[in-house]
C-alpha cells in the first residue's frame, strides 16, 4: 500500500466527530470521508438558484438589445443557452459524492497533477473575474443606501466574503438555500411590474424595426451557455459532502432546475429591461422597476440583490481558494488546513482588489469578453471531463492515487492534455470577441459557434485515446485506495 501523502487524507477517526462539530469547515482539497457525509439532495437546487440569481446575470440579458435583438428573439437565445449550458454543468454535480473530492482536483484522473494546471489557471481566472464584477456591482446598489466610495466599499466586502468562505461548505449552502425566498419573492414583484409597464414587443435602435439578427442570436446564445457552462468548474465542490448513495437523477435534477431556471429568469428579464431603458444597467434599472411600486422598494430590491453578490462572492473565493491549493499541490505537497486555507483566500482577495480598482467604469464590454473567454477554456475541459467520467471509467476511481504523484493517473496525462489543447485550438477559427475574430466566424457574418466544436473535438478525442487504459490496474488500485481511505474494500 502506498503511503499517505500531506494532503492525502487518514481512514475515518474519532477526530471525526470534532471536524462534523466544528463551525469552520476543517475539509478543504482533501477527500471527504463517508462517516462525515450530510446534507439533503434538493438543496442543490437551492444553492445552484441564488448562485446564478445575482446581477451579472442579468447583464447578459441586457446585451440582446445592444447587438441586435428584440426582447423575444434574446429571450429565447438565452433560455436555450442557459439550458444547453445548463446541462453540463449539472452533470458534474454526480462527480462530488461519488468521488468525495472538490471538482478540480478530480481533473487529476484526467489531465494529470501537473498537467491539470491548464485547466486550473483557467478555473481561477473565471473565479476572480466574477469576483471582481460581483464586487463592483455590489458596491454600486450599497452606495443607493449608504455612504462611501470603492476605496471603502472594495476591501470591506472582499472582506466579507473571505470569512464566508473560511467557514466554508455548509455556511454557503444555509445562506445560499434562505435567499432564494426572499430572492424569489422580491423579484417576481419586480418581474411584474416590468410586465406590466414595459411593452415586450419594443425593439431599439440597434435592433431594427424587425429585432433579428442571425449573428446577434448566436453570440446571445453562447453569452448564456458560456455563463452557465462556467460553474461547472465548482459544482461538486458543494455536492461532495453528499451521501455516496444520493440519487444521481435527483441530484443532476435539482442541479439543472436551480442553474437553469435562474439563469433565464434573470436574463429574460434583463432583455425586457434592456429594451425600455435606455443604456441601462443593472443596479439602475432594478430600482427604476422596483420605485414603479412605491419609492423605496427598488433600492430595497437592489440590496436584497447585494447581499445575494455577496454571497457568491463567498463561493468563488472559496472555489478559487480550492483549485489555487489544489494547482500549488501538484508542485509542491502541501498540508490542507484551515490556516492555508485562510492564506489562499486572502491572497484571492488582493487579486479581486487589485484588479476591481483597475478596471474601466464601462465593465460591459468587459463582461461580454470574460464570458466568452470563459467559455473558450471551459468547453474543451467539461467535454474530457465528463467523457471520462460517464463513459470511459464510469465514475470508478481510485481516490487516493488522485493524491499520489507517482500513483496511477500520474503527474502529466498526455491523453487529457492533447484532447484538450487540440479542442481548443480548433475553436480558435470560430472566435468571435471585440479583440479577436476568428477566419471562420468573420466568414460566417460573426457567428460564434465554437463551443460546439470544443465539445466535439476534445471530447471525441479523448473518449478514442482512452480506448487503451488499463482498467483492470485500476480496479486494483481502487481497492487499495478503498482500504486506504475507509478501511475497507468496499
Not at 129 to 156: E, H, N, R, S
Not at 191 to 212: C, M, Q, R, Y
Not at 360 to 382: A, E, I, K, Q, R
Request: with cysteine; charged share 10%; hydrophobic share 50%.
Amino acid at each position: 500500500m502506498m503511503s499517505t501523502s500531506p494532503t492525502t487524507p487518514a481512514p475515518a477517526s474519532p477526530a471525526d466527530s470534532e471536524r462534523r462539530g466544528s463551525v469552520i469547515e476543517q475539509r478543504s482539497i482533501d477527500y471527504v470521508p463517508r462517516s462525515e457525509r450530510h446534507g439533503k439532495v434538493w438543496h442543490q437546487g437551492p444553492f445552484w438558484f441564488t448562485g446564478n440569481f445575482v446581477l451579472p446575470t442579468m447583464v447578459i440579458g441586457f446585451i440582446g438589445p445592444a447587438i441586435g435583438l428584440s426582447v423575444w428573439w434574446t429571450v429565447l437565445a438565452v433560455v436555450l443557452g442557459a439550458c444547453f449550458g445548463t446541462f453540463f454543468m449539472a452533470f458534474h454535480a454526480n462527480q462530488g459524492p461519488r468521488t468525495g473530492l472538490p471538482q478540480m482536483i478530480q481533473s487529476r484522473a484526467q489531465f494529470g497533477s501537473r498537467g491539470a494546471i491548464v485547466p486550473f489557471a483557467a478555473s481561477v481566472f473565471v473565479y476572480i473575474g466574477f469576483m471582481v464584477f460581483d464586487t463592483i456591482l455590489a458596491t454600486q446598489g450599497l452606495q443607493l443606501a449608504l455612504p462611501g466610495d470603492k476605496l471603502f466599499w472594495y476591501p470591506l466586502l472582499i472582506a466579507l466574503s473571505i470569512v464566508i468562505a473560511v467557514v466554508g461548505h455548509d455556511l454557503l449552502h444555509f445562506i445560499q438555500r434562505w435567499l432564494t425566498y426572499l430572492l424569489i419573492v422580491v423579484f417576481a414583484i419586480i418581474t411584474v411590474l416590468a410586465i406590466v409597464n414595459f411593452d415586450a414587443s419594443t425593439v431599439t435602435e440597434a435592433a431594427g424595426a424587425a429585432g433579428w439578427d442571425g449573428t446577434s442570436f448566436l453570440v446571445m446564445f453562447s453569452l448564456a451557455a458560456g455563463y452557465n457552462i462556467s460553474y461547472a468548474i465548482y459544482v461538486s465542490d458543494y455536492s461532495r459532502y453528499l451521501p455516496q448513495d444520493a440519487s444521481a437523477p435527483k441530484l443532476i435534477g435539482w442541479t439543472y432546475l436551480g442553474a437553469a431556471v435562474s439563469a433565464s429568469w434573470l436574463m429574460s428579464l434583463g432583455a425586457l429591461l434592456g429594451s425600455n431603458i435606455p443604456d441601462a444597467d443593472a443596479i439602475g434599472a432594478v430600482k427604476t422597476v422596483g420605485d414603479m411600486l412605491f419609492p423605496g422598494f427598488g433600492t430595497f430590491a437592489v440590496l436584497v440583490s447585494t447581499v445575494a453578490l455577496i454571497s457568491i462572492m463567498g463561493v468563488n473565493a472559496y472555489g478559487a481558494m480550492l483549485t489555487g491549493t489544489t494547482a500549488v499541490d501538484g508542485f509542491r505537497k502541501v498540508r490542507a488546513t484551515v490556516r492555508l486555507r485562510v492564506i489562499g483566500l486572502v491572497i484571492v482577495g488582493l487579486i479581486t482588489l487589485a484588479i476591481a480598482l483597475l478596471i474601466p467604469d464601462n465593465y460591459l464590454g468587459s463582461f461580454n469578453d470574460f464570458v466568452l473567454l470563459m467559455l473558450y477554456f471551459l468547453v474543451p475541459w467539461t467535454a474530457v471531463n465528463l467523457v471520462d467520467f460517464y463513459l470511459v471509467r464510469r465514475g470508478q476511481y481510485a481516490i487516493a492515487e488522485i493524491f499520489n504523484p507517482r500513483g496511477i493517473y500520474g503527474r502529466w496525462a498526455w491523453r487529457g492534455m492533447v484532447s484538450y489543447l487540440i479542442g481548443f485550438v480548433a475553436m480558435i477559427p470560430f472566435f468571435y470577441t471585440s479583440f479577436y475574430v476568428g477566419p471562420v466566424s468573420e466568414a460566417l457574418g460573426g457567428a460564434d459557434i465554437s463551443f460546439a466544436v470544443g465539445l466535439v473535438v476534445s471530447g471525441g478525442l479523448y473518449l478514442l485515446f482512452s480506448r487503451n487504459l488499463d482498467h483492470a490496474a485500476e480496479a486494483e488500485a481502487r481497492i487499495r485506495s478503498e482500504l486506504e481511505l475507509e478501511g475497507t474494500a468496499g
